[in-house]
């Protein structure tokens, strides 16, 4: 199977996908950030590095969609590469940092590697106020997220809520993440693992 979280920056998608993949003996598969060579100067100067940041995030989830296409195990994968086109690369481009060139270059590389990947057969949906995000942000303390202004955040949240119901047509449970520390309190981990059992294995229908 292939299992994805997806959600915002600072959702709490890592951490997540860490526990699922002990809990269950996944495997876990992580974006590239720490070794990412156009963060620094994408958060130092968006509109210059847009798409260079882009079509790299691109080309690393299609290698780790090829790579879970032909597994044959589990793997659980923090963010997709449709959230890295429908929301952060779309959000980017209706901020002016991709001029039309670039997107339609963009788009017709997506739209080829869609041609030999597939959905996940369960996409985790963390959905967060910005509050929420920008506490765990601070948190983490990574310097060049420190400078996010608040309506980068707002936007993004809004093109994710739109993505995941209005655009994406596979299996999605969404996580309504503020409420819950499933970092440090077992039980709202428990709860999620109990909803993806019933999703996933149709054991039981948990109440929330």
């Known amino acids: ?17 860490k526990l699922l993949a002990k809990h269950y003996g996944w495997e876990a ?24 940041l882009e079509v790299f995030f691109l080309k690393e989830r299609f290698r780790d969609m090829i790579d879970i296409s032909q597994a044959n195990h589990t793997i659980i994968q923090d963010r997709t590469i449709y959230e890295g086109v429908y929301v952060f690369m779309e959000n980017n481009k209706d901020m002016g940092n991709l001029s039309e060139r670039d997107h339609e270059t963009y788009m017709e590389l997506f739209e080829q590697m869609m041609s030999v990947v597939r959905q996940p057969d369960l996409l985790i949906y963390l959905r ?27 936007n993004l949240n809004k093109r994710y809520d ?36 019933s999703q996933l294995f149709g054991l039981f229908t948990p109440q929330m």
């Open 1 to 17: 199977m292939y299992i994805a979280v997806a959600g915002n920056i600072g959702s709490g998608k890592s951490t997540l996908t």
């Open 29 to 52: 598969r992580f974006e590239t950030v720490d070794d990412n060579p156009y963060l620094e100067d994408y958060y130092r100067n968006i509109h210059r590095w847009s798409f260079n």
């Open 128 to 154: 967060a106020s910005v509050p929420h995000l920008v506490g765990n942000i601070q948190k983490r303390g990574r310097e060049y997220e420190q400078q996010m202004k608040l309506d980068y955040l707002e």
């Open 162 to 197: 739109d993505f995941i119901y209005n655009r994406y047509k596979g299996k999605v449970m969404t996580v309504e993440k503020d409420e819950l520390d499933f970092l440090n309190n077992p039980k709202d981990l428990a709860q999620i693992v109990d909803r993806i059992d």
